[in-house]
């Protein structure tokens, strides 16, 4: 049990499927002046288990790939021998049914989304197709199936006139996308050993990093038209001022990414701070929701 928890790399999806999925239903809440309920939090689940899904699949199908590596091979118990991949496949099944159990509950417009998710996740990892190792779709699908449709679904649940709302979809997306351009600088040499061809392997490591550090500010620009646009009550800067300053004092010793790998890039060793700061700003406006 304890190998199949570590091969779902829940540290790594929590605060952010977290963020995207109250986010989700809090802006269909704010701007759209849906009466949020049960539904959300069923799909909150789901979220979690694809996600769970997505990193489980991930190191099933790359146990031999991550041999080469130290740091990665000691991280994924199929490498180590503590799972065996039929069970990590047994697991991950499970993990779906969870998943499509809870897209279900919230909705047809929830589960279509939640089945897109699946499906990329999906193919993003496994071997006969490995989107992952294509260039430029690496970044498309996984910035679309581990962030904007994280959002989308939990939006789904109540209402699906976009509009607008794009503009926060894709900042949604730019934020993933900058995770994993990030995570492609990270693994430039042990991803090279293995023979995956992705964006970082075509462009390089310096222009992957000048991307993934244009995503940032991409990401901010979407929050700020966001603010103009009034998705966020006012309010909520107060919340935002308040717990910023505390939660980065308490994490300033912090010198590692949300995967444990030590840097030197501020962005990226408060990474775990700033979900933080986000998951409390939100139930904040949780809680303000369902008074």
């Excluded at 006969?128 to 970044?139: E, M, N, Q, S």
């Excluded at 209402?159 to 993933?176: H, K, M, P």
Aim: no cysteine; proline share 2%.
């Amino acid at each position: 049990m304890h190998g199949i928890i570590k091969l779902t790399r829940w540290q790594e999806f929590l605060l952010f499927t977290t963020v995207l999925t109250l986010l989700g239903g809090l802006i269909a809440y704010e701007v759209r002046d849906e009466t949020l309920d049960w539904r959300l939090f069923a799909v909150l689940i789901a979220n979690l288990a694809a996600m769970a899904y997505a990193f489980m699949i991930n190191d099933i199908e790359d146990a031999e790939d991550d041999a080469h590596e130290a740091a990665r091979g000691s991280r994924n118990p199929i490498t180590t021998g503590e799972v065996t991949k039929q069970q990590g496949w047994i697991a991950a099944v499970l993990m779906v049914i969870v998943a499509l159990i809870g897209y279900w509950l919230g909705g047809i417009n929830a589960f279509i989304t939640g089945v897109v998710i699946l499906g990329l996740a999906h193919l993003y990892s496994w071997k006969p197709v490995r989107l992952k190792a294509l260039p430029l779709i690496d970044i498309l699908s996984h910035a679309s199936f581990l962030a904007m449709l994280l959002f989308l679904a939990a939006f789904f649940v109540y209402t699906t006139d976009i509009g607008e709302i794009w503009f926060l979809a894709v900042g949604t997306f730019l934020i993933s996308a900058y995770g994993q351009l990030w995570n492609q600088v990270r693994d430039y040499e042990a991803d090279r050993a293995a023979g995956l061809k992705n964006t970082a392997s075509v462009l390089g490591q310096s222009v992957t990093q000048m991307l993934a550090h244009a995503s940032i500010f991409g990401f901010l620009g979407s929050i700020l038209i966001s603010i103009y646009l009034g998705f966020f009550p006012l309010w909520l800067a107060l919340v935002l001022l308040i717990t910023t300053p505390v939660v980065l004092y308490i994490g300033r010793h912090n010198t590692t990414d949300m995967r444990g790998s030590e840097t030197e890039d501020f962005v990226g060793k408060t990474q775990e701070q700033w979900l933080i700061i986000f998951v409390l700003v939100l139930l904040a406006w949780l809680i303000e929701a369902f008074l």
